[in-house]
């Protein structure tokens, strides 16, 4: 199989790199319709991740140690791929929590190499992210393809370079399936699976409004979406019958949200992610005495209150006595000073997604958090070892005026689906 797949945020990289650790300790159930006996992963004769010049020939291989992930492909008009550094398994580098030795484990299942193309947004957090699990994908045998997808006429190119690999992959693995630039991407492939992985708690959003036929639209919006949603109404609708099963195409939902039942009526394939590839390359981690914080961009996004945020930290780091807050690769450089100065907390940016940092460690044994995505999956990625999590819920009265109706119910299930975590009291 011929598997190329798209990703935009770190998480989403995170997952993909699980959903190939998976698929490679369970091959017998990645095979979609008429490829009964087929080898699963990428690597093929042919295929993305085979040939000299990157995915299809249509990118640029990767560039070396040192290269900017600005250069440009003069064959394709695409950035070349970020720059690798060899290295063995669970070996981070840098100073600071997230950083550490991982151990592999012994016996390890061999995962198929796929073609992994970035996405990256602009903002510095997030492509900063990208490349240190662009460097963990490398380490898999896995191809990285850097294709700087935003301004000007750079959309354009990149489409027009993934066109062909996309007609030729016959798997694609997405990460964001309410991402526009992903649905133009899915309209050109044909391909007999779709896998989608998490993006976070989106899924379960996702999932829903799959069930229910809707067009696809982030729990945290408000209104139509304006002219511009109009205009790619057609494209929308494409991308959603692609990412629905039928007798030619497979199509899976990898997650560790609780999807199960809804995809089940939907006749997708659930997949499950317990971070089986998080735990056997990293950790156990070092403990610390202490308890962590985890940030959350609900202020950034517009759904709760700074002010009722800084006094639920304010609160929480006193009552629970907190040392260390892990900020959320979007949260403003302005709300985590205020942080600092009102709480006297560490501020903590993690190179990494979160489970990852944790997994490495050194981590407090007790984790704290808001309604998010890591509520599901700190405690898979930290099974095994004493660290309990922690959420509080978020009281309706942090909500703007400006929030999405769905909001309160969306983050409130979101607590209350997650099985492992103690629930805290609104704080005051």
């Known amino acids: 199989m011929d598997t190329l797949a798209f990703v935009e945020s770190p998480v989403q990289f995170l997952n993909v790199l699980e959903w190939a650790y998976t698929s490679a300790l369970h091959p017998a159930t990645r095979r979609p319709p008429g490829t009964a006996g087929a080898a699963p992963g990428g690597g093929g004769s042919g295929g993305p991740g085979s040939e000299g010049s990157g995915a299809a020939g249509s990118m640029s291989a990767e560039s070396g140690p040192g290269a900017p992930d600005s250069a440009s492909s003069a064959s394709s008009g695409l950035p070349a791929s970020l720059p690798g550094r060899p290295g063995s398994h669970g070996t981070g580098t840098g100073t600071g929590p997230g950083h550490g030795t991982g151990t592999g484990s012994a016996g390890a299942p061999a995962v198929p190499p796929m073609t992994v193309v970035v996405l990256p947004p602009v903002d510095p957090m997030t492509r900063g992210q990208l490349r240190r699990v662009a460097e963990l994908a490398r ?106 099963p039928s007798g030619s195409r497979r199509v899976e939902i990898f997650s560790s949200m609780p999807v199960e039942k809804a995809v089940a009526e939907l006749g997708v394939t659930a997949g499950v992610n317990d971070f089986a590839w998080t735990r056997a390359r990293f950790g156990p981690p070092r ?142």
């Open 139 to 244: 380490d898999e045998g896995h191809t990285v393809q850097w294709a700087e997808a935003r301004g000007g006429a750079a959309p354009l190119k990149t489409v027009g370079a993934l066109a062909r690999p996309l007609r030729r992959a016959s798997r694609v693995v997405i990460g964001d399936p309410f991402s526009r630039y992903v649905q133009l991407l899915l309209t050109l492939t044909t391909a007999p699976e779709v896998v989608v992985v998490d993006d976070g708690t989106a899924t379960m959003e996702f999932v829903q409004q799959l069930a229910r036929g809707e067009r696809l639209t982030r729990w945290h919006r408000s209104g139509s979406g304006g002219p511009g949603a109009a205009l790619f109404a057609p494209v929308s609708r494409r991308a959603r019958s692609r990412l629905t």
């Open 287 to 428: 403990l610390t005495g202490g308890t962590d914080l985890v940030g959350t961009s609900l202020v950034e996004t517009g759904v709760v209150d700074l002010d009722r945020y800084l006094q639920a930290v304010r609160s929480l780091a006193r009552t629970h006595g907190a040392t260390r807050y892990f900020a959320h690769r979007r949260e403003s450089t302005e709300k985590l000073h205020r942080v600092t100065e009102e709480t006297g907390m560490e501020i903590v940016r993690p190179d990494l997604p979160l489970e990852l940092v944790a997994r490495r460690g050194p981590i407090g044994r007790t984790i704290l958090s808001f309604p998010s995505t890591v509520v599901h999956t700190l405690p898979l990625a930290l099974a095994g070892t004493p660290v309990q999590v922690a959420v509080c819920d978020i009281d309706p009265a942090w909500l703007t005026d400006s929030a999405s109706p769905r909001a309160q119910g969306f983050l409130s299930g979101v607590t209350t689906t997650a099985p492992a975590v103690t629930r805290l009291p609104h704080t005051r």
